[in-house]
């Protein structure tokens, strides 16, 4: 099964780019990866996806490497309500997401 | 905004009580789910439902049972709660997110079993 790997925690200054960054190295060729963060014990809340190119939409940017076993989010200007935490996931199988433990951001003033 | 919503939003109880969860959606989806999360676990499957009494288990489903008369309400329920279902549980739904299917999720049930 695809499962993910991402780093415990990450500070990123007020107004600079975040790079989150996630290892999915067993992944297989039709799966999508999928971001998603959750603010303070919210629910988890829809980001970005995709399957081997570049994506864009207003929130954020997903880069996938072309072997496609790693990627990273990018928040263009992170500000203080982009503190959360972030979770890469992918489809375990048809019904299932493997969330993992994410990464948790802080945004520092 | 999804569509969902969980009741109650907060309970504590006792242990050996049954309790039961509600997970409400508006937007007539087939597949509907309960996560548990819980620190340094993320969030867990416990069960999945694609359709009005089809129901599966997930990652963690032991102690909990689900039902789904009608594709609008999933329940989930803890037969005879003990500490260890002290969590937050959330419910989602299969929604489109352009070409592939997403999960969007409620606001969450803070249970307390002491």
């Known amino acids: 099964d695809a499962k993910t790997t991402q780093p415990t925690s990450m500070d990123c200054a007020e107004g600079r780019a975040a790079n989150l960054p996630c290892n999915h190295s067993t992944i297989s060729g039709n799966e999508y990866v999928y971001w998603y963060r959750q603010i303070h014990s919210q629910g988890p809340q829809y980001i970005i996806h995709g399957l081997k190119n570049n994506e864009t939409n207003e929130m954020a940017s997903l880069i996938i490497t072309e072997d496609r076993k790693s990627s990273t989010l990018i928040l263009p200007h992170a500000t203080l309500r982009d503190t959360a935490v972030y979770y890469c996931?992918?489809?375990?199988?048809?019904?299932?997401?493997?969330f993992g433990t994410g990464t948790s951001l802080t945004v520092i003033p | 905004d999804a569509g969902i919503t969980q009741s109650p939003r907060h309970k504590v109880t006792e242990t050996g009580t049954p309790v039961t969860l509600r997970c409400h959606q508006t937007e007539n989806h087939r597949y509907m789910y309960w996560y548990r999360q819980d620190p340094g676990h993320g969030l867990r499957l416990i069960h999945y439902?694609?359709?009005?009494?089809?129901?599966d288990k997930g990652e963690v489903s032991d102690g909990y049972s689900v039902s789904r008369s009608k594709t609008e309400d999933f329940l989930l329920t803890l037969e005879s709660a003990t500490s260890s279902q002290t969590s937050v549980y959330f419910c989602?739904?299969?929604?489109?997110?352009?070409?592939?299917?997403?999960?969007?999720f409620g606001p969450g049930t803070r249970l307390t079993v002491l």
């Open positions: 989602a739904i299969n929604g489109l997110a352009g070409v592939a299917d997403t999960q969007y």
């Open positions: 996931i992918v489809r375990v199988n048809s019904n299932q997401f493997y």
């Open positions: 439902s694609y359709g009005v009494k089809d129901t």
